[in-house]
């Protein structure tokens, strides 16, 4: 059963950081490249972050350039978002996928806030 969960979600404030974890079941983990995506209220599910399935590239989102990192530990089937200097513009749902196969995780929620 293929299974994709997020943690690590939560409130923080402006300013702040977090670090979002996937982790990933069911399926050969470092055989895809995996992202994170999120989706605001009101607004489209966007891309925010991308790695190969060896780790070795990574892109981002202009938005979130400079301040978001995406790592994975194909050891520990996870992938990693770690989030910088948050805006509250980066207020969503935060989900993992792994392309090519369409996987999904449910999302957790990231809302920053003073």
């Known amino acids: 059963q293929v299974q994709l969960v997020e943690s690590g979600g939560g409130l923080v404030q402006p300013g702040g950081s977090l670090r979002l974890s996937c982790a990933a079941s069911?399926?050969?983990?470092?055989?895809?490249?995996m992202s994170w995506y999120r989706q605001a209220p009101g607004k489209e599910r966007e891309l925010v972050a991308a790695?190969?399935?060896?780790?070795?590239?990574?892109n981002y989102a202009d938005s979130v350039k400079g301040r978001f990192t995406i790592s994975r530990d194909n050891a520990k089937n996870t992938v990693y978002l770690r989030m910088n200097t948050l805006k509250p513009e980066d207020t969503a749902v935060y989900y993992c996928?792994?392309?090519?196969?369409?996987?999904w995780g449910r999302g957790t929620q990231v809302t920053v806030s003073s």
């Open positions: 996928k792994a392309e090519r196969v369409d996987y």
């Open positions: 790695i190969t399935s060896d780790g070795g590239v990574t």
């Open positions: 069911g399926f050969t983990f470092r055989w895809y490249p």
